[in-house]
């Protein structure tokens, strides 16, 4: 089991590191071709209400829910059994999301009053930000599918495709974004059609693979199905845990409303960049990890669901912790390697390098939440991660109030890093306490001690190498781009080589348990 994990896993990564490089290839287009501007900022919200859904009804609360359910199917049921199971709860799903479309599209002008209040007194803001989100909302019907074929193949050891997928949608707003947008009059709003033409590729992509499980769901429209109920059932806490997290990002997006032109732009592009590690490693470990932890679950092997995710803990550690001081360290440089071209100007760059520094104090967060969520999910357990998701949504507003006043757009992505180590520092304390996870004490100080020496020694070498910001800002991109190079590549070499001296072997990650 444990050399399929890790192929798993190595699969997931490879397709998500490809996807964060299409990612990183659209922001730097999206970031030169339109900057941090008004209409930019009229974009992300557009799009941020769509993907706040699509993490409810696609990737968060029905996955979590749904996982589980198809994992014991699969154990304990005929395939005549699963593909009925399957079609039920495509049925179901299909017409409860179209139904949210349909009610967003009458009720747009609302939703941007609730999510962006301070554009009301920004007309044309507001009028672009209605006509992008009549445009991108079918996405999240397109999509939700998408994720839900995506979370059956999981369930059946095929991790590539579902990985892959987010790629054509980053290809698709790439494309537009560069032959379509420049021909307009208004460039933004042809980026809410690529949206869509990446949403029907994400679809289509997966039904050959569907197909070589033979689970093409076929829709049926009934609540008699025992399954559906089940699973409707452990959806609804779900729902509200997930969206208590996505709820903190729209409140976020709110707060930054009444800030300066630029600021949700801002955000958005640290937000991205910080994305990239999480999704890589967080997001991966997660996706592969869960149906894991629900088999093992299943098969009441408790001892191995523990070492499980002790494994998956110790590897988001050693993996999560320099890329969190790396991105503290060298913001700035990369930024200015990455997106500082076109209308992205150096003044751009100093603002957002302010909020990605405050993200990346929260990375290792980020990322554990994902493992540490997935133990409960696993365990069938929806309510506590719920409950801790609500503290951790009422501590990131109250941290907004506090830090939004001195540190603008920068507070409100400290808030975020603190209200997730809230809700991660909550999560692991309790799957302790309920004896789910069972850490060794002295084996967790030893790796403690490893991961200051080897960050503190990185660290250091990276802040000497990439000296002060401003010749960052003047150098040719080709100068940029091989100094960022050197430096990061120096920082992972001694980096390797301090968790080597201090007795970190690659055979302690060979084996999960």
């Known amino acids: 089991m444990s050399q399929k994990l890790i192929k798993s896993t190595s699969v997931v990564a490879v397709f998500t590191l ?44 029905f996955s979590q829910a749904f996982v589980p359910m198809l994992a014991e199917y699969r154990a304990t049921k005929s395939h005549e059994e699963v593909q009925n199971f399957i079609n039920h709860v495509a049925g179901m799903l299909a017409l409860a999301v179209l139904l949210v479309v349909v009610i967003a599209e009458i009720a747009a002008p609302l939703l941007i009053m609730i999510f962006a209040p301070g554009f009301y007194h920004d007309p044309t803001r507001f009028q672009i930000t209605e006509e992008l989100l009549r445009i991108m909302f079918p996405y999240l019907w397109l999509i939700v599918l998408a994720a839900f074929a995506g979370a059956m193949l999981n369930t059946y050891g095929i991790f590539g495709s579902p990985a892959f997928t987010p790629i054509l949608l980053n290809l698709s707003m790439i494309a537009v974004a560069m032959l379509w947008s420049p021909h307009t009059p208004n460039p933004v709003i042809t980026l809410g059609y690529g949206v869509i033409i990446g949403g029907v590729l994400q679809l289509l992509v997966q039904l050959p693979f569907l197909r070589t499980i033979r689970l093409v769901p076929r829709f ?10 089940r699973v409707i059932k452990r959806m609804v806490p779900a729902l509200f845990g997930v969206s208590v997290a996505q709820i903190g990002l729209l409140i976020d997006g709110s707060f930054a409303s009444f800030l300066p032109k630029g600021s949700i732009s801002w955000l958005y592009f640290s937000d991205r960049l ?69 209308k992205f100007n150096a003044f751009d760059v100093i603002m957002t390098a302010k909020s990605l520094r405050m993200f990346a104090i929260g990375l290792p967060a980020f990322m554990l939440i994902k493992i540490l969520a997935s133990a409960f999910y696993a365990k069938q357990n929806i309510g506590t991660p719920v409950r801790v998701a609500a503290i951790a949504l009422v ?17 409100l992505a400290l808030a975020t ?16 306490k309920r004896g789910i996870f069972c850490a060794s004490r002295s084996k967790w100080q030893k790796t403690i001690v490893q991961l200051i020496a080897a960050n503190v020694g990185m660290g250091l070498l990276i802040f000497i190498l990439a000296g002060p910001l401003t010749p960052w800002l003047t150098w040719p991109a080709l100068t940029r781009l091989v100094h960022l190079a050197v430096t990061i590549i120096s920082g992972i070499f001694l980096y390797i080589f301090l968790l080597w001296a201090t007795g970190v072997r690659l055979r302690h990650f060979r084996s999960p348990h």
Not at 39 to 50: E, R
Not at 396 to 407: E, G
């Open 274 to 342: 910080i994305y990239f590690p999480l999704g890589l490693i967080g997001v991966a470990l997660a996706t592969v990890v869960m149906p894991y932890l629900s088999r093992n679950h299943a098969e009441k092997n408790d001892a191995i669901f523990s070492s499980t995710l002790d494994w998956s803990l110790r590897c988001t550690f050693f993996i999560g912790m320099p890329c969190a001081v790396g991105l503290l360290v060298l913001a700035g440089p990369i930024l200015s390697s990455l997106i500082h071209y076109g």
């Open 220 to 229: 049926r429209f009934s609540l008699k199905e025992s399954g559906v109920l």
């Open 18 to 61: 490809f996807s964060r490089f299409a990612g990183f290839a659209r922001d730097v287009i999206l970031a030169s071709v339109f900057g941090a501007t008004g209409m930019f900022d009229a974009f992300v919200i557009a799009f941020k209400l769509p993907n706040f859904l699509r993490r409810l009804f696609g990737e968060g609360a």
């Open 395 to 411: 501590a990131n507003i109250i941290f907004n109030f506090i830090f939004i006043f001195p540190l603008k757009h920068a507070g």
């Open 417 to 432: 890093s603190l209200s997730s180590m809230v809700n991660a520092s909550l999560l692991w304390f309790l799957l302790e």
